[in-house]
């Protein structure tokens, strides 16, 4: 028995010495080990095994001038805004021009068909006959006189009915040529053109609608070369806004590229139910520039003030918001709620609140954050 357990003795330390002189080490045992995080009962604390593998960074401080961003839309300017107005009512029997067109001064935009116009022309031929006829009376009147046939009294009745006839022909007139036809060339059908150039920015009328000449006008013409940038501010962010102040705007449609415009109207209503009130920003349309277009404004403050800088990789974007871990001690870190401002050189980024220069945060928030949703 004793001769048994000599022999066991024996084989351990010749295992123990072939494990000894084969000089290969175990690259498990030399690794660090795993980190690990205690969940904490409050979401916002987590708890780690190994700090040292959770690199810290400093917020800096920097400088940068206070920023409100707004949304907006484009909208045509008024003052460039021009009604195509007629005032003959009737048919539309010819429509030439669409909504979103680019139309020339003078180019026919439709053609109506008006009982305005017949009865104009009516008025205006027998305005022409009685003139004619006046006009002849006149002249008999002033042979007469001449001759001592009759009296002063009746040379200025003629000259007066004849004045008078004269008026009512160039009244008949200038309401034909305000229907939008010419005395001298009589037509059923009036031409109606734009008064100005630049875009159909609104369309009432269709093949075979009626026209009525108190009803809305046919089609509104606006110059794009310069539009609206129509926006809402919130009442506690006016004080940042005045007239004349710069604006950058950036449109949905195209982020990359920004836009210079400026403040020429704050609204003097603001809206009972949102708090906000209409600021309206004057932008040089380079023609890509679409009315109803969604756009940002950015307001920037003349004076510079200190704000926190820290790596673009301690910011974890998290269910719409910016966050950050800050060190508690003793291996635990909060996530703080920040609200994130530009992207600066160096990988950087602004922190516009919810920390402060001098801070100490998680250098790569990301890597906490999936380590703990791991566990």
């Known amino acids: ?116 116009v017949s009865a104009g022309y009516s008025d205006y031929r027998k305005a022409v006959a009685d003139e004619l006829l006046t006009r002849k009376q006149l002249a008999r009147a002033t042979d007469l006189l001449a001759h001592g046939a009759i009296p002063q009294s009746a040379l200025e009745a003629a000259q007066d009915a004849e004045d008078k006839a004269l008026a009512t022909l160039q009244t008949a007139s200038e309401h034909l040529r305000l229907l939008g036809n010419d005395p001298d060339h009589p037509s059923a059908v009036v031409a109606i053109t734009a008064p100005v150039s630049g875009v159909i920015t609104d369309q009432q009328v269709t093949q075979g609608s009626s026209i009525e000449s108190h009803s809305a006008n046919p089609f509104t013409i606006s110059d794009l070369s310069r539009v609206w940038i129509i926006c809402d501010v919130y009442e506690n962010n006016l004080p940042q806004v005045h007239i004349g102040q710069a604006a950058e705007i950036r449109l949905n449609a195209y982020p990359n590229q920004v836009f210079t415009g400026r403040v020429s109207n704050i609204g003097a209503i603001l809206d009972p139910n949102i708090r906000t009130a209409k600021v309206r920003i004057e932008v040089r349309n380079p023609g890509i520039m679409r009315i109803g277009m969604f756009a940002t404004a950015t307001f920037r403050g003349a004076k510079k003030l200190p704000r926190a800088a820290v790596p673009a990789g301690a910011i974890l974007h998290l269910h719409d918001r910016d966050w950050v871990f800050v060190p508690q001690g003793d291996r635990r870190y909060r996530r703080v709620a920040v609200v994130a401002g530009d992207s600066l050189p160096n990988n950087m980024q602004e922190i516009l609140s919810g920390l402060a220069a001098g801070q100490r945060v998680v250098a790569n928030a990301l890597t906490l954050q999936n380590t703990a949703d791991n566990e």
Do not use: H, W
């Not at 084969?22 to 979401?43: F, M």
């Not at 707004?70 to 010819?94: E, N, Q």
């Open 1 to 116: 028995m004793r001769n048994l357990a000599n022999a066991g003795l024996a084989l351990l330390a010749v295992l123990a010495g072939s494990g000894c002189d084969s000089g290969r080490a175990n690259p498990a045992a030399e690794a660090p080990p795993p980190a690990q995080v205690i969940p904490e009962p409050d979401g916002d604390f987590v708890q780690v095994s190994e700090p040292s593998q959770f690199p810290l960074a400093v917020a800096v401080e920097y400088n940068a001038a206070p920023k409100l961003v707004v949304t907006g839309s484009v909208s045509p300017d008024v003052s460039r805004t021009v009604p195509v107005v007629t005032l003959a009512s009737g048919r539309v029997v010819d429509v030439r021009a669409r909504l979103g067109d680019t139309v020339r001064k003078g180019q026919l935009l439709l053609r109506v068909r008006s009982d305005d």
